[in-house]
Every structure is written in structure tokens, then in C-alpha cells.
């Protein structure tokens, strides 16, 4: 954290600004953990307004995510209940990134500063308050960063990390062990606007912005109740969307091993050709098969990486929205 952020002191020590801060909980069949979380938002917003920190226009904005189960009933009775509570309600199912991408843009019309945090209390509710310190310190985004993975599995454990080494590798600047849990001002939220891609992976987006920011750490949890929304499935398929969303080192490597299996074909070409001519050797068939299986295993799928781009561009250049808002309560 950097030596500017004098507002962090003791609890009671009223934090000279107060701002405006929306919480965007995205929210897909959470109807399990719905009750606790909102029940714990509610107290540490409370909190904050009681120490003079947030205004008390400050709202916890949950994002349905096309659920098929009760969760917008839910987010609907808690905002009749508390207007402390909002509800925004996507037209279908668009995905965790683009849920999220929902909720930022909808409350920066009302909003000093926006946090996005996971509904299944994974994301430490009491790194808040570190939050906004840091952004009344004139930091513009703050990240949540994971200290430990101890409660991931070893499986999570060893491809989260092995994802960022390898996000890293490629040239894409992220920030290791951070997912969406953050702040960003208005004006940060004003650029975020700017970025139009439909392949979204906000991780990869955001450090591209600039502005001032400040890391946080924090202990990632357990997903309270429910099930995990990121199969494996969906999990490598965001990984590969990152890599391909901001880097064409991938093609470059194609390239790469192009030039080394031709280079490498015509040694095997000469060898061929001097063995052709000595009748104890012969020219090996085996080699010859391997050779053919190789090259065409290698061309299929640098074929196939090409057009994974080429299929990201067609998906860009349609252009299609990307969220459709079928309902906002916000009182
Ligand atoms: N989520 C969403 N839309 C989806 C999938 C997930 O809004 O299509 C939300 C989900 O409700 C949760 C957050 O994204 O608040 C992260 O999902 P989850 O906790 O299941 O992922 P994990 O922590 O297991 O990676
Ligand atoms: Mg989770």
C-alpha cells in the first residue's frame, strides 16, 4: 500500500471523506447463499456509514444473472424490504464476466466508486474497509488480491497459479492472484466504458486503464453454500480467452515451430536421401510415418489456433451487445 493512505487508522477514527459506494454482487442460481450475504453486506455497509465513511445513498446492487432458480424473487423482496438493497436483472444467462461488466456500468451513473465481489462470500467482506481507504487515499482502483489458496483444492491450487505464470509468459499484465474482486472509481469506470470487446476478461482490461492504484490482500474463503458456477470447462475456456484477448504470442509461436519443423525436415530429408543410397540402411519407414502424423498433428492445430482467433475477430467485428437490462430496482 503506498505511504499516502493515512485514512487506514484505528476503526473509530472517522475517515475525513465520505462517498458514495455501490457493491455489484453478480449473481447466477445463488438462491443458498443469498440470505447470508446480503445479510452480511447489509452490516458492513451499515458500519461504514455509521463511521462517517460511505453515504448512506450507497446501495448493494445484485446482478441476476438469468437464474433459473429463486435468486431474483429474492433480490426482489430484499429491495422491498431495505432500499439498501438493489436489483438488476440481465434478460438471460451472459456469463459471470459480462454480469459483472453489467452491474459496473449501471452504477457508475450513481456511484463516487463501484466494488465487484462474488456472491458465495469467497471474496472477505472486511477487506471493504481497506478498499475504501485506499480510495479515499486518490487510488482510482484497488484490487483484492488472495494471500493463500489453502482452501482451494490442490487441483484449483496448482491451475490458478499455473494460469497466471502462464497469462504472464505470454505478455498479458495482470495481477497475479487477483480475480474480480475490486474497486473502481468513476473515472476508471468511465475508461472501462471504452473498451468495447465482446470477448471480455475484465482481469486483462482493467491494468490497461492506468490511474493511480493500491493492492489489497485477503483470505480467499470457502464458497459458503451452493455449488461452483466455473466447472473446469468454463474455467480453462476463460483461461484461454485471456491469453487470446490480449496476446498474439501464440500465433507468433505457430510461427515459430514452423520454421523449426521445416528446418528439422530437411535434415530428416537429407538423412533420407544419403540412406536411400546405402543399401544396409534403407530408408526407414517408421520415420517416414512419424514424420507425416507429426506435421499433420502440428498443422490441424495451429489451424485450429488461427481460427480460435479468427473466430474472436468475427465475434468482435458483429459487435452484438453484450447485456441486455430487463429490470433495475434502485430506490
Ligand atoms: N456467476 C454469474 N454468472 C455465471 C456464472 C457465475 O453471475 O454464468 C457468478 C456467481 O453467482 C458468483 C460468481 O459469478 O457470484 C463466481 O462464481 P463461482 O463462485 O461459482 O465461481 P468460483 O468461485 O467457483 O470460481
Ligand atoms: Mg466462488
Request: glycine share 6%.
Amino acid at each position: 500500500m503506498t505511504a499516502n493512505s493515512q485514512p487506514s487508522m484505528t476503526a473509530n477514527t472517522p475517515s475525513t471523506k465520505c462517498s458514495t459506494v455501490y457493491i455489484v454482487v453478480p449473481c447466477y442460481n445463488e438462491q443458498e447463499v443469498l440470505p447470508e450475504t446480503s445479510k452480511r453486506l447489509k452490516e458492513k455497509v451499515n458500519q461504514l456509514i455509521s463511521q462517517g465513511k460511505l453515504t448512506n445513498k450507497s446501495r448493494i446492487v445484485f446482478v441476476d444473472d438469468g437464474s433459473r432458480d429463486n435468486t431474483w424473487n429474492m433480490i426482489a423482496a430484499l429491495h422491498e424490504e431495505d432500499p439498501l438493497f438493489s436489483g438488476l436483472k440481465l434478460s438471460r444467462n451472459r456469463g459471470h464476466q459480462n454480469a459483472v461488466l453489467a452491474g459496473l456500468l449501471t452504477c457508475k451513473e450513481y456511484a463516487d466508486a463501484v466494488i465487484s465481489m462474488d456472491a458465495d462470500l469467497q471474496d472477505d467482506i472486511n477487506a471493504i474497509d481497506a478498499f475504501i481507504d485506499e480510495f479515499h487515499s486518490g487510488h482510482d482502483i484497488v484490487y483484492g488480491v488472495r494471500s493463500k489458496r489453502e482452501t482451494d483444492t490442490a487441483f484449483k491450487r496448482l491451475t490458478a497459479e499455473g494460469f497466471y505464470k502462464i497469462m504472464q509468459k505470454f505478455g498479458v499484465d495482470i495481477i497475479d492472484n487477483h480475480a474480480d474482486y475490486r474497486l473502481m472509481s468513476r473515472r476508471a469506470l468511465d475508461a472501462l466504458a471504452e473498451y468495447k470487446e465482446v470477448n471480455l476478461f475484465l482481469r486483462g482490461i482493467v491494468p490497461l486503464i492506468g490511474y493511480p492504484y493500491a493492492i489489497v490482500k485477503y483470505e480467499r474463503a470457502e464458497r459458503f453454500a451452493g455449488e461452483s458456477k466455473y466447472p473446469l470447462k468454463k474455467m480453462l475456456a476463460l483461461a484461454f480467452d485471456g491469453i487470446t484477448s490480449f496476446s498474439v504470442k501464440p500465433i507468433k509461436m505457430v510461427t515459430a515451430l514452423g520454421v523449426t519443423i521445416t528446418v528439422l525436415s530437411v535434415l530428416a530429408l537429407l538423412y533420407c536421401l544419403v540412406a536411400a543410397f546405402i543399401p544396409a540402411i534403407g530408408v526407414p519407414n517408421l520415420v517416414i510415418v512419424g514424420c507425416i502424423f507429426l506435421s499433420c498433428g502440428l498443422i490441424i492445430s495451429s489451424l485450429g489456433l488461427i481460427g480460435s482467433y479468427i473466430g474472436k475477430i468475427y465475434g468482435e467485428v458483429k459487435a452484438r451487445p453484450r447485456f441486455f437490462v430487463e429490470d433495475l430496482l434502485l430506490k
